[in-house]
């Protein structure tokens, strides 16, 4: 039957596993089923580096097995409903309901529609409390679960950290209790006590008139009244695997990935990952060079990529890079090097990885004016953006990308023209250069912004968003101004920006607004051919809850956030204090600069303590 | 001129590993080869690629236990070595079946094939098959309409039709034919099925038929020669 529909769908590769280094096991051999679930399309999830860690890290352990799903395509999914065929697991093809646990990666909220149907796939009920104690525990972790409010009503349990922490103790747990024929009720208390787990249903919320919370307590003496983050302390001694998945059809990233550190020093008090990641924690050059010979021989990949937030930082970059570029010279294999900074190094560096093309050199400069590059904390100046170009334009590239954010706090239309005033500035150091000097194609400038969504655990958590109207204007003012020709502007649809703030910063409330608007045929919201706004607006007002309220209000110091439970090592003040500072216009030293005591040193160990 | 050996390797594509298309599957064999740490050959140039030649491409869903792939090795390496350390890097479903020494100056694979053998699986019985079939066989031209970039043509495609054989003895109806492939006359099994089915008066249902191909061959002086013969006939 399963080729028999595979015969006619698009990219039937997708559905059928059986990939380089995939996993085999006699499931009846193991005691413990576990369904990675990424929410989004095969190509995108492959090419997700905490999937290929977490499958390695609980596949080694010997009683368990640990199987890939993805979120079918339309087209499958509808000769899936058409066939009455559950979801299944690509290594084995058995149905999710046969799994012990169902885990869900949780990396961006538009993919939540997406867990839904997926459960309404598999033939598991939706809502957590509507479960039997046959289904599988539905368990979810990933960046998103910093704030997990929005889907409390469905996912049973909360992993809230690093997977390689926690899950040994878990999985014992639940093996233990299995064995002495414990419910499943038995196993959710005694998680209740393993550090970085978070079950919603031994919590109550009651809200204020005015629909903020008015309280959030536990209902279960077990359940702590605040779930700290586990993380890795010393990256030399994690887990990483030696190999990798190798997909056979091509993906997003389709390369051996490198995770060179984890966290970011620079602190941009927009950015979520670079707070909720602290502190951050190197892997040593000798482990990384190890680890990227076996990967790339395990692999047979003709690229490597050096993955962190900001690879650039590692103290041994230079080191780093130039060692793997001599190793791999020999065999053909590219190293690429995502989000470098611009400068005459890392451009020397390129020209000999020969990973980036002469076309395209990117810069997320993020504001357009110096005021509010301080009030975001983006420490990059006009100088040196101009510099870097100036670099650049000499040794042959001629494209540039540069990244913005429209809607930041504090914004005018000063700031936005200044968007338009750092890409003529560009420009013009480009035709600085005499004619007969310029080398490569003609310039060309594309300017993209993005529409600034608050996220948890930032110091503008409490900010407004803007609203769908002002992103509007926003983007024409923009638009507008942008007049020479070599410059190209695209922007990012605002509704969806404008949603994904909602349920960013969305409270349990909202897990009914997510199945509503299911119901009504959304799901792959990230992908714009099938995002429907419509279905979402009709979601609001069908279960009475206001989009509003949680995207365009700004929030009072004082007020208890759906998240307030959840800490990541960070002190509220210290987000208090940033705020302020943001206000005023002063930046914020990176933590190799200057420790600005936020908190993180209380996991003792990476740069707190270098 | 460099002083690369040739191989060339006959493997099957079967099981789930059918929905892998064709530039998937170059990618994945030039990986494998990296993974199995044989000598490859690399083209001159700014951007080197493995020196890799297939006879065919077999189209997604379709099986084979005869492809063919031309590789190049800058070192001479045991034939068994190379099958054994390619076997042990390849998932189910792909597996190489032999590894012949060329030399250097033989044709490559893609110019050399002509014709195929194909197994034809009909998931349904069909009584007067054999029937059918020889009036196929007693045709002198059998000519269909092809569309081609938008412009429809008619060609004879009887002079790429070697043989069928029907074996009618199970519950299902399947067929042996071998027909022309390769640039210098190319019959597609699916326009031989549709052709059938005209006369059947039905048209086919892919979905519940199942191609398998065989042994590819080439063409000397009116006689075929597989592509990869067996060592005996060496
Ligand atoms: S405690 Fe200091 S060094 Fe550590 S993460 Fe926070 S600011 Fe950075």
Known sequence: ?610 | MNNNIKYRLEFSKTDRMIFIGHLDLLKFLQRTMKRAKLPIGYSWGYNPHQLITFAIPLPLGMSSVGEIVDIQLTQRMDRDEIKNRLNENLPEGISVLQVIELEFRTASCAAAVAYADYCITLYKKYDNFDEIINKVLEKKEIYIERTVKKKTKTVDIRPLIRSICVDNTGDVTEFNCNIATGSQGNLKPEVLLEYIYSLMGESPDMVRIDILRGTLYTEEEGVLLPLCPEEEFM
């Not at chain 1, 595979?6 to 596993?17: D, H």
């Not at chain 1, 208390?189 to 919320?205: Q, R, S």
């Not at chain 1, 914020?588 to 996991?603: E, L, W």
Request: proline content about 4%.
């Open chain 1, 1 to 610: 039957m399963l080729k028999e529909i595979l015969l006619q769908v698009e990219k039937p590769a997708r559905y059928i596993g059986n990939e380089i280094n995939m996993v085999i096991k006699k499931p009846e051999d193991t005691d413990i089923r576990f369904a990675f679930c990424f929410p989004d399309v095969y190509e995108v999830g492959m090419s997700h580096l905490g999937l290929q860690i977490l499958y390695y890290f609980l596949n080694r352990r010997e009683d368990t097995y640990c199987e890939r799903v993805f979120a079918p395509w339309h087209d499958m999914e509808q000769k899936m409903r058409e066939m009455k065929m559950p979801l299944f697991a690509l290594e084995t093809g058995d149905e999710l309901k046969k799994f012990d646990f169902v885990g869900f990666t949780l990396q961006y909220e538009m993919s939540y529609t997406n867990i839904v149907n997926m459960l309404d796939l598999a033939g598991i009920p939706i809502w957590s409390r509507d479960r039997i104690e046959e289904d599988p525990i539905i368990i979810a972790g990933g960046p998103c679960a910093y704030n997990p409010e929005p889907l409390a009503d469905i996912i049973d349990m909360f992993y809230i950290g690093e997977g390689e922490v926690s899950y040994d103790r878990l999985l014992d747990l639940y093996k233990e209790n299995k064995k002495n024929g414990g419910t499943k009720e038995d196993f959710f208390e005694k998680a209740l006590g393993v550090e970085g787990i978070y079950i919603p249903k031994y919590y109550d919320v009651e809200y204020n008139e005015d629909g903020t919370i008015y309280s959030f307590r536990p209902n279960n003496k077990k359940a702590p009244s605040v779930i700290k983050k586990v993380i890795v302390k010393d990256m030399d001694k994690a887990f990483y695997p030696d190999k990798q998945l190798v997909p056979l059809i091509e993906t997003v990233h389709d390369r051996v990935t490198l995770e060179v550190f984890r966290g970011c020093i620079r602190g941009c008090r927009f950015c979520q990952a670079g707070y909720v990641y602290r502190p951050v924690r190197e892997k040593s050059t000798d482990r990384l060079l190890k680890l990227a010979d076996s990967l790339i021989e395990n692999s047979g990949h003709e690229e490597i990529s050096l993955i962190s937030l900001s690879t650039g930082d590692y103290r041994g970059f230079k080191e780093l890079a130039g060692e793997l570029i001599d190793r791999y010279a020999e065999d053909k294999v590219s190293i690429s090097l995502p989000s470098l900074r611009i400068d005459a190094f890392s451009l020397e560096l390129m020209e000999k990885v020969r990973a980036v093309r002469k076309s395209g050199l990117t810069f997320a400069p993020e504001a357009g004016t110096q005021r509010l590059r301080d009030v975001i904390n983006k420490g990059i100046t006009e100088k040196e953006i101009l510099d870097g170009c100036k670099l650049a334009f000499d040794g042959g590239w001629t494209r540039v990308k540069l990244y913005f954010m429209t809607g930041l706090p504090t914004e005018t239309d000063e700031d936005l023209m200044g968007i338009v005033h750092l890409s003529d500035a560009i420009l013009d150091k480009f035709f600085e250069i005499p004619k007969e000097e310029r080398k490569g194609r003609p310039i060309s400038v594309t300017v993209s912004s993005a529409c600034f969504v608050p996220k948890p655990f930032t110091p503008f958590q409490w900010t407004a968003q803007s609203t769908v109207d002002e992103f509007v204007r926003k983007q024409r003012f923009v638009k507008h101004n942008m007049t020479r020709k070599q410059v190209k502007y695209n922007y990012h649809e605002p509704e969806l920006s404008s949603l994904e703030g909602v349920l960013a910063r969305g409270d349990r409330r909202l897990s009914k607004v997510i199945v509503r608007a299911w119901e009504l045929g959304a799901k792959f919201d990230s992908w714009s051919e099938f995002f429907n706004y419509d279905a979402w607006l009709q979601a609001f007002e069908d279960t009475g809850c206001s989009k509003e309220f949680y995207a365009n209000r700004e929030r009072s110091y004082d007020e208890i956030l759906p998240w307030d439970h959840i800490s990541i090592g960070i002190s509220k003040q210290f987000f208090i204090d940033e705020m302020e500072r943001a206000r005023a216009g002063q930046v914020t030293p990176n933590c190799r600069k200057k420790c600005a005591h936020c908190g993180a040193a209380s996991f003792g160990g990476g740069v707190c303590f270098e």
